[in-house]
């Protein structure tokens, strides 16, 4: 019930920003072009294809997620939702925060410092004009990742809802680097030969005792 919650709220919001609904393959109101009634399609087809508990159905493992990047990367868009720096986010109007003392702003890391080669940064907060400016496709397959998983699965159900084939990554970014995948770092989004991998020094600044930073 949460989950449902949480997608309808999300909904709204993007809605806000942007009402035209797309046809969708499943859509039975669509010719009626009443937005609500589209939204409650799409709401129970995405309800009634979920898996139990605790998984779902529109979610990639890390090793999907690199096997399908490496073998027909133009068919994915990677979207990373976090901040880009939290060390600025905390540390800029927040100094004072236990954070940004010593190493342990690092421990709560953004998009700069490390994301999942191939991803673009679309913090969370800025995916409703995403939306509205059409900068996300509806022709390829979005995978949304943030750092557990939680809040790019919400988020890959508001986009189902809004037409596109969207998924989570499960685990998230934490999951990604704790499973020893490649890691990009900066602002680019590169490419997994560009990447920085478990055996190399760069992926030392990540191995933190801190669990919540692997």
């Known amino acids: 019930m949460a989950n449902k919650f949480a997608i309808a709220v999300m909904v709204s919001i993007i809605i806000g920003a942007s009402v035209s609904l ?24 995405f309800i009634s294809d979920q898996k139990p508990h605790p998984y779902g159905t529109y979610q990639y493992t890390d090793r999907e997620l690199l096997l399908a990047i490496n073998k027909s990367p133009e068919k994915y868009y990677l979207v990373d939702v976090r901040t880009p720096s939290y060390n600025k986010f905390f540390c800029g109007a927040n100094s004072d ?6 190493r ?8 700069q410092q490390g994301h999942v080669p191939g991803a673009l940064n679309i913090p969370y907060l800025t995916l409703a004009d995403a939306v509205k ?16 998983g939680q809040l790019s699965n919400q988020v890959a159900g508001v986009f189902r809802m809004l ?33 920085c991998h478990p055996w ?9 005792d801190n669990p919540q930073a692997h």
């Open 133 to 148: 400016e059409n900068k996300i496709p509806k022709n390829k397959t979005v995978i949304f990742m943030c750092p557990t």
């Open 104 to 111: 342990g702003w690092q421990r709560i890391y953004g998009y």
């Open 97 to 102: 925060k236990h954070v940004c003392t010593g």
């Open 163 to 195: 037409g596109y084939k969207s998924y989570a990554l499960r685990g998230g970014v934490n999951g990604w680097k704790k499973n020893g995948y490649p890691i990009a770092i900066g602002d680019a989004p590169g490419t997994i030969s560009q990447a």
């Open 200 to 208: 190399q020094q760069c992926w030392k600044q990540f191995s933190y």
């Open 22 to 45: 797309p046809a969708f393959a499943g859509d039975t109101a669509s010719s009626t072009g009443n937005v609500d009634a589209i939204l409650q399609d799409r709401l129970n087809s």
